[in-house]
């Protein structure tokens, strides 16, 4: 099993796949201020983690890789919750894969797409499983990123 991340500190989507590139499982963990400091939210998003890794017997965590040309408060919390999880890999004995933003885009059908348009490149069943449960605003395009990523470390 392989999980797929769109991490950030607000709102991680995680979609397990089997070895059929089949969904076996999607979520989205969300943190806000509300529930305490950055540090907090980093450790509660690492449990989440690790209870869906064990209970799906995850063995390799495909994930977005961090932007390294863009310097910004927030992309240093992005940059803590990226080691974080690389950390978790490593502890767990989990291989793990970076993939660059503007692959899975690409793999959606641009480098330039935006959150509507990797949404609707998304295949109709999919689209329609996930807008089940979830909005734009609530994690959407999210679990969309993370399917792409998925699918763009597919050799």
Request: with cysteine; net charge negative; glycine share 6%.
């Amino acid at each position: 099993m392989t999980l797929s991340l769109d991490q950030s500190l607000t709102k991680t989507a995680a979609i397990v796949f089997n070895e059929k590139n089949e969904i076996e499982y999607f979520t989205v963990i969300k943190t806000s201020t509300r529930d305490g400091t950055e540090e907090e939210r980093i450790v509660f998003l690492l449990e989440e983690l690790e209870k869906i890794i064990l209970e799906w017997g995850v063995v390799k965590i495909v994930l977005e890789d961090l932007l390294f040309n863009v310097v910004s408060r927030s992309v240093r919390v992005l940059a803590g919750v990226f080691y974080n999880i690389l950390t978790l890999c490593v502890v767990l004995g989990l291989d793990y894969e970076k993939i660059s933003a503007t692959k899975a885009k690409k793999r959606a059908g641009s480098g330039r797409n935006g959150k509507e348009e990797m949404i609707k490149a998304l295949p109709e069943d999919v689209r329609f499983l996930f807008s089940k449960e979830y909005k734009i605003t609530t994690g959407l395009h999210d679990l969309a990123d993370a399917y792409f990523i998925y699918f763009s470390s597919l050799k």
